[in-house]
C-alpha cells in the first residue's frame, strides 16, 4: 500500500481484501457518507415530485410510456392504446413494465406512482455511482460524483418526467460497473457479466446496440479471449438477451424485430437529411404523408422500412455531407454536455479523461462515454439523451479533483486507492432489482406469446405487395450541400424539386423539423411572393417568425391580407399574429371570421384565448360558452374554458365541465383531446372548492395556444 501514498495514480491493481480496522472503518465512513448524500438527492427528488404532484404528462414519449405500462398491469400485454388493444413492438418491454410495477400499489395516484418510484430509484442510483467512483479510483472520487449527480438540477427535475432516462440511468449504471470490473480483472467470466448487462440494457433501449461487437473485437485485439470463436460467442452473449422479444415479434409481426420499432427510424432519416436536433415525430410523420398519398396505406413495419431504405439512400448518395453532419451532431451534444456539467465540471471531466490513461476502470468508462457520443451523433438528437451519462460524467469529474489535489500534495488512501469490496450489498440488491425487471418482462412476452394468437399484431389493411412500389414512388427530398454563412453549423439542403408543390411541402416538412433556415432557403428557390398568392406569403411569414425576423414576417402578414380571403387562411394569419404577440391584429382577423361565419365555434373559441391572454376574463369566458353552444362536441373550448376556471380557483366547475366534454360522442380525430382533458380532470383535487365569480383583477394563466392549421377550417 505504500505505493498508493505517492501523488498520483501510480497504484492500478485493485488492493487485497483488507483486514485491518483502519480500512474497514473508512469503507463504512465512506458509505455512510454516500447514504447521506443519496437521502440528500433523494429528498429534493421527492420534492421536485411533490411540486409536480397531479401535473398532466406532456404528449409524446411520456405518455406513450404510462399507456404502455397501464395496458401491461391491466391486460399483461405490451400494447398500444387502440380498440381493441393490439401487441405493438414500438418501444421495448422493460420500462413499460417498470411503470406497471410502480403503478400496482396504488393506481388511483396515477403517473404520481411513477413518479415516486423513480425519485426512489435516482436515490438508489446515487449510492450507485459512489460505488462506480469509489472502484474505479478511491472513496473521495465516488463522493464526489454521488454529490454531483445528487445536486445536478437537470437529474433532479428529470425525476417528474416519464422520459425513459431515469430508468435508463440505473441500466447504464449496471453497466459501468460490470465493465470496470473487467477492466481491472479481465477474463472470460467478466466479459460474459459485461455483456449480459448490455444485453439486459438492450431490453430496455436501444442505445447500446453496437456495443457486443465493439467489446469482442476489443477483448480479441488484446488478448483477453483466446480465438476468434470465443469472441463470436461472446457477442452473441450480448444479445441473448433479446431472444424473447425477438419470439414475441416474430409471432405477433410474423418479422424479424431485434429493438424497439420506433427506434430512432425517424430521427435516422432526418439525419440523413441533414437535421441535427431530433423533430417532433408526429409532424414528421404528418408531413411525410402529405409528400406520398401511399404513406397512410402503409402498415408501421413498412413505414420504418421505408424510412430506413430512403435513410440508406440519401447516405450513399452523399456520403461525406452525411459524415459532416454526423460531426455538427458531435459538436453539438458536447455542447449540451457543456450545459450539463459547467465550465468547471467540463475542466475536471478533461483532467479526468488524462487521469484515465493510467487507469483501466477509469479508461473504461471513457469508453463508454466516447461510444455514447458517437452512437447519438448518427442520427438527430436531443440533450436528454445525454442524461444517462451524468454519473459516468461525475466519476471522471471527481476522478479530475482528486487528480488536482494530489498535484497540491494531497495523498492518501481515501484520494488513491480503489475500494472494490464496497457497497457489496447495495449492487447486489440493485442487479436483483434490474433481474426483477427482466423477469417480469420475461412474464409479459411468455403471458402474450400464450394468450394471443400468432399475427395479432399485423396491421389489417397493410399492402406488404406494394411496398417496394411504395419507396420508388415515394418522392423524398433529396440531400444536397449548402453553407450556411457566419456560422459553424452547415446543413443539407434538398435539391429543386420538380414542382412548386413539392417544394412547398418540403419547406413545411424543414420547418416541422426545427429548420426553418432549410425552408427559407427552399421559398426562397420559389421567388418571392405573387400579390395574389395569400398562402405563400403565409408560409414565408410563418417561416420568418420561426428565424427570429420578426419584423419582416409582420411585413409579409400585411401584404397577405385581404378582402375576401379564404376562412382557412384567414384563421392561420391569426394564429400568427397570436404566436407572435400581436393580440390587436388576431382579434380584427378573428371579429371578421365571425361576422363572415357565425356559426363556426373555432373562431369564437380562438377569439376568446386570445382575449384571456389580454386579461379580458368575462369576454373570453361568453366567447368559449357560445363556442360550445355552437358545437357541443368542440373539445378546445372545454379546454379553453376550464383553464379560464381554474386559474380563477373554480375548480368544481372546471371539474364538471370536463365531465361534460367526456360525455360527448367519440370522434376519432378527438382522441388526443380527449386524452388531455382527461388528464386535467384526473389532475383536480376532490378537496378544491369553487370560489367567486370571474374576475379580471389578476391575470390568469395561459391557456392551451391554437395550434397553426393548414387543412382548413374546423367542420
Same mark, same amino acid.
Given at each position: 500500500?505504500?505505493?498508493?501514498?505517492?501523488?498520483?495514480?501510480?497504484?492500478?491493481?485493485?488492493?487485497?481484501?483488507?483486514?485491518?480496522?483502519?480500512?474497514?472503518?473508512?469503507?463504512?465512513?465512506?458509505?455512510?457518507?454516500?447514504?447521506?448524500?443519496?437521502?440528500?438527492?433523494?429528498?429534493?427528488?421527492?420534492?421536485?415530485?411533490?411540486?409536480?404532484?397531479?401535473?398532466?404528462?406532456?404528449?409524446?414519449?411520456?405518455?406513450?410510456?404510462?399507456?404502455? *405500462?397501464?395496458?401491461?398491469?391491466?391486460?399483461?400485454?405490451?400494447?398500444?392504446?387502440?380498440?381493441?388493444?393490439?401487441?405493438?413492438?414500438?418501444?421495448?418491454?422493460?420500462?413499460?413494465?417498470?411503470?406497471?410495477?410502480?403503478?400496482?400499489?396504488?393506481?388511483?395516484?396515477?403517473?404520481? %406512482?411513477?413518479?415516486?418510484?423513480?425519485?426512489?430509484?435516482?436515490?438508489?442510483?446515487?449510492?450507485?455511482?459512489?460505488?462506480?467512483?469509489?472502484?474505479?479510483?478511491?472513496?473521495?472520487?465516488?463522493?464526489?460524483?454521488?454529490?454531483?449527480?445528487?445536486?445536478?438540477?437537470?437529474?433532479?427535475?428529470?425525476?417528474?418526467?416519464?422520459?425513459?432516462?431515469?430508468?435508463?440511468?440505473?441500466?447504464?449504471?449496471?453497466?459501468?460497473?460490470?465493465?470496470?470490473?473487467?477492466?481491472?480483472?479481465?477474463?472470460?467470466?467478466?466479459?460474459?457479466?459485461?455483456?449480459?448487462?448490455? *444485453?439486459?440494457?438492450?431490453?430496455?433501449?436501444?442505445?447500446?446496440?453496437?456495443?457486443?461487437?465493439?467489446?469482442?473485437?476489443?477483448?480479441?485485439?488484446?488478448?483477453?479471449?483466446?480465438?476468434?470463436?470465443?469472441?463470436?460467442?461472446?457477442? !452473441?452473449? *450480448?444479445?441473448?438477451?433479446?431472444?424473447?422479444?425477438?419470439?414475441? %415479434?416474430?409471432?405477433?409481426?410474423?418479422?424479424?424485430?431485434?429493438?424497439?420499432?420506433?427506434?430512432?427510424?425517424?430521427?435516422?432519416?432526418?439525419?440523413?437529411?441533414?437535421?441535427?436536433?431530433?423533430?417532433?415525430?408526429?409532424?414528421?410523420?404528418?408531413?411525410?404523408?402529405?409528400?406520398?398519398?401511399?404513406?397512410?396505406?402503409?402498415?408501421?413495419?413498412?413505414?420504418?422500412?421505408?424510412?430506413?431504405?430512403?435513410?440508406?439512400?440519401?447516405?450513399?448518395?452523399?456520403?461525406?455531407?452525411?459524415?459532416?453532419?454526423?460531426?455538427?451532431?458531435?459538436?453539438?451534444?458536447?455542447?449540451?454536455?457543456?450545459?450539463?456539467?459547467?465550465?468547471?465540471?467540463?475542466?475536471?471531466?478533461?483532467?479526468?479523461?488524462?487521469?484515465?490513461?493510467? %487507469?483501466?476502470?477509469?479508461?473504461?468508462?471513457?469508453?463508454?462515454?466516447?461510444?455514447?457520443?458517437?452512437?447519438?451523433?448518427?442520427?438527430?438528437?436531443?440533450?436528454?439523451?445525454?442524461?444517462?451519462?451524468?454519473?459516468?460524467?461525475?466519476?471522471?469529474?471527481?476522478?479530475?479533483?482528486?487528480?488536482?489535489?494530489?498535484?497540491?500534495?494531497?495523498?492518501?488512501?481515501?484520494?488513491?486507492?480503489?475500494?472494490?469490496?464496497?457497497?457489496?450489498?447495495?449492487?447486489?440488491?440493485?442487479? *436483483?432489482?434490474?433481474?426483477?425487471?427482466?423477469?417480469?418482462?420475461?412474464?409479459?412476452?411468455?403471458?402474450?406469446?400464450?394468450?394471443?394468437?400468432?399475427?395479432?399484431?399485423?396491421?389489417?389493411?397493410?399492402?406488404?405487395?406494394?411496398?417496394?412500389?411504395?419507396?420508388?414512388?415515394?418522392?423524398?427530398?433529396?440531400?444536397?450541400?449548402?453553407?450556411?454563412?457566419?456560422?459553424?453549423?452547415?446543413?443539407?439542403?434538398?435539391?429543386?424539386?420538380?414542382?412548386?408543390?413539392?417544394?412547398?411541402?418540403?419547406?413545411?416538412?424543414?420547418?416541422?423539423?426545427?429548420?426553418?433556415?432549410?425552408?427559407?432557403?427552399?421559398?426562397?428557390?420559389?421567388?418571392?411572393?405573387?400579390?395574389?398568392?395569400?398562402?405563400?406569403?403565409?408560409?414565408?411569414?410563418?417561416?420568418?417568425?420561426?428565424?427570429?425576423?420578426?419584423?419582416?414576417?409582420?411585413?409579409?402578414l400585411k401584404g397577405a391580407r385581404r378582402p375576401g380571403l379564404e376562412a382557412g387562411l384567414a384563421g392561420r394569419m391569426a394564429v400568427l399574429y397570436q404566436q407572435m404577440k400581436e393580440y390587436g391584429g388576431a382579434l380584427s382577423l378573428l371579429d371578421q371570421l365571425i361576422l363572415a361565419q357565425p356559426a363556426q365555434a373555432r373562431w369564437r373559441?380562438?377569439?376568446?384565448?386570445?382575449?384571456?391572454? !389580454?386579461?379580458?376574463?368575462?369576454?373570453?369566458?361568453?366567447?368559449?360558452?357560445?363556442?360550445?353552444?355552437?358545437?357541443?362536441?368542440?373539445?378546445?373550448?372545454?379546454?379553453?374554458?376550464?383553464?379560464?376556471?381554474?386559474?380563477?380557483?373554480?375548480?368544481?366547475?372546471?371539474?364538471?365541465?370536463?365531465?361534460?366534454?367526456?360525455?360527448?360522442?367519440?370522434?376519432?380525430?378527438?382522441?388526443?383531446?380527449?386524452?388531455?382533458?382527461?388528464?386535467?380532470?384526473?389532475?383536480?383535487?376532490?378537496?378544491?372548492?369553487?370560489?367567486?365569480?370571474?374576475?379580471?383583477?389578476?391575470?390568469?394563466?395561459?391557456?392551451?395556444?391554437?395550434?397553426?392549421?393548414?387543412?382548413?377550417?374546423?367542420?
Amino acid at each position: 500500500m505504500r505505493g498508493c501514498r505517492r501523488r498520483g495514480f501510480s497504484s492500478t491493481k485493485w488492493p487485497a481484501r483488507g483486514n485491518s480496522s483502519a480500512m474497514f472503518h473508512a469503507d463504512r465512513l465512506a458509505m455512510g457518507l454516500a447514504l447521506c448524500v443519496a437521502l440528500l438527492g433523494g429528498g429534493l427528488r421527492l420534492a421536485q415530485v411533490g411540486a409536480e404532484r397531479g401535473k398532466p404528462l406532456y404528449q409524446g414519449d411520456p405518455m406513450q410510456y404510462y399507456r404502455m *405500462g397501464l395496458a401491461v398491469r391491466r391486460t399483461g400485454a405490451l400494447s398500444d392504446a387502440g380498440t381493441p388493444p393490439r401487441p405493438t413492438a414500438d418501444r421495448a418491454i422493460s420500462y413499460p413494465a417498470f411503470i406497471a410495477a410502480a403503478t400496482w400499489p396504488c393506481p388511483a395516484l396515477g403517473a404520481d %406512482n411513477v413518479r415516486l418510484a423513480q425519485a426512489l430509484l435516482a436515490a438508489l442510483c446515487i449510492l450507485l455511482t459512489y460505488l462506480l467512483g469509489a472502484r474505479a479510483l478511491s472513496h473521495a472520487c465516488g463522493l464526489l460524483a454521488a454529490g454531483f449527480l445528487a445536486l445536478n438540477s437537470q437529474a433532479i427535475g428529470g425525476v417528474s418526467e416519464l422520459y425513459i432516462e431515469c430508468f435508463f440511468t440505473f441500466i447504464v449504471l449496471l453497466v459501468a460497473l460490470a465493465w470496470t470490473r473487467w477492466a481491472r480483472s479481465p477474463g472470460w467470466a467478466q466479459s460474459v457479466s459485461v455483456m449480459s448487462w448490455v *444485453g439486459i440494457s438492450l431490453a430496455c433501449r436501444s442505445t447500446l446496440f453496437a456495443l457486443p461487437p465493439l467489446f469482442a473485437l476489443g477483448t480479441l485485439l488484446r488478448g483477453s479471449l483466446g480465438s476468434w470463436k470465443k469472441a463470436l460467442l461472446l457477442c !452473441l452473449c *450480448g444479445y441473448a438477451a433479446l431472444l424473447p422479444w425477438v419470439m414475441r %415479434n416474430a409471432r405477433h409481426f410474423h418479422a424479424f424485430i431485434p429493438f424497439e420499432r420506433h427506434a430512432a427510424t425517424l430521427n435516422v432519416y432526418t439525419a440523413s437529411l441533414g437535421v441535427i436536433e431530433n423533430a417532433p415525430n408526429d409532424r414528421v410523420a404528418r408531413d411525410l404523408s402529405r409528400l406520398n398519398p401511399q404513406w397512410s396505406q402503409m402498415s408501421g413495419l413498412e413505414r420504418n422500412g421505408a424510412l430506413l431504405r430512403m435513410a440508406a439512400e440519401n447516405v450513399r448518395r452523399r456520403p461525406l455531407d452525411y459524415l459532416k453532419a454526423c460531426a455538427r451532431r458531435m459538436l453539438f451534444l458536447i455542447g449540451r454536455f457543456i450545459q450539463l456539467l459547467g465550465a468547471g465540471g467540463l475542466a475536471l471531466l478533461a483532467v479526468g479523461l488524462w487521469a484515465a490513461a493510467r %487507469n483501466p476502470a477509469l479508461a473504461a468508462l471513457a469508453e463508454l462515454t466516447a461510444y455514447w457520443l458517437a452512437a447519438h451523433s448518427l442520427m438527430s438528437a436531443g440533450g436528454r439523451y445525454l442524461l444517462p451519462l451524468l454519473p459516468v460524467a461525475g466519476v471522471l469529474m471527481g476522478a479530475g479533483v482528486c487528480r488536482v489535489l494530489g498535484w497540491c500534495g494531497a495523498a492518501g488512501a481515501f484520494l488513491t486507492t480503489p475500494a472494490p469490496h464496497s457497497g457489496k450489498r447495495t449492487l447486489a440488491l440493485s442487479e *436483483g432489482l434490474a433481474f426483477l425487471i427482466y423477469a417480469a418482462s420475461l412474464g409479459v412476452m411468455a403471458h402474450e406469446i400464450w394468450a394471443l394468437p400468432g399475427g395479432s399484431g399485423v396491421e389489417k389493411g397493410s399492402s406488404r405487395t406494394d411496398f417496394a412500389a411504395a419507396c420508388r414512388a415515394f418522392k423524398q427530398p433529396e440531400p444536397g450541400h449548402e453553407r450556411k454563412t457566419g456560422g459553424w453549423r452547415s446543413a443539407a439542403a434538398p435539391a429543386a424539386a420538380a414542382d412548386a408543390g413539392l417544394a412547398r411541402e418540403t419547406a413545411r416538412l424543414y420547418l416541422d423539423m426545427g429548420e426553418p433556415g432549410q425552408a427559407l432557403r427552399i421559398l426562397a428557390g420559389l421567388g418571392p411572393a405573387r400579390p395574389g398568392d395569400a398562402e405563400l406569403a403565409l408560409e414565408y411569414a410563418q417561416t420568418l417568425a420561426a428565424c427570429g425576423q420578426r419584423k419582416a414576417a409582420l411585413a409579409y402578414l400585411k401584404g397577405a391580407r385581404r378582402p375576401g380571403l379564404e376562412a382557412g387562411l384567414a384563421g392561420r394569419m391569426a394564429v400568427l399574429y397570436q404566436q407572435m404577440k400581436e393580440y390587436g391584429g388576431a382579434l380584427s382577423l378573428l371579429d371578421q371570421l365571425i361576422l363572415a361565419q357565425p356559426a363556426q365555434a373555432r373562431w369564437r373559441n380562438d377569439r376568446g384565448v386570445v382575449e384571456m391572454l !389580454l386579461g379580458r376574463r368575462d369576454e373570453a369566458a361568453e366567447d368559449f360558452l357560445a363556442a360550445i353552444d355552437l358545437d357541443p362536441g368542440f373539445l378546445p373550448a372545454y379546454l379553453s374554458l376550464g383553464a379560464l376556471y381554474r386559474s380563477v380557483g373554480r375548480f368544481l366547475e372546471a371539474g364538471r365541465l370536463y365531465e361534460q366534454a367526456l360525455s360527448q360522442p367519440a370522434a376519432r380525430e378527438g382522441a388526443e383531446l380527449r386524452r388531455l382533458i382527461e388528464n386535467e380532470r384526473k389532475s383536480l383535487r376532490e378537496d378544491e372548492a369553487p370560489t367567486g365569480r370571474i374576475s379580471s383583477r389578476s391575470a390568469p394563466a395561459e391557456p392551451p395556444m391554437p395550434q397553426a392549421r393548414r387543412e382548413g377550417p374546423h367542420a
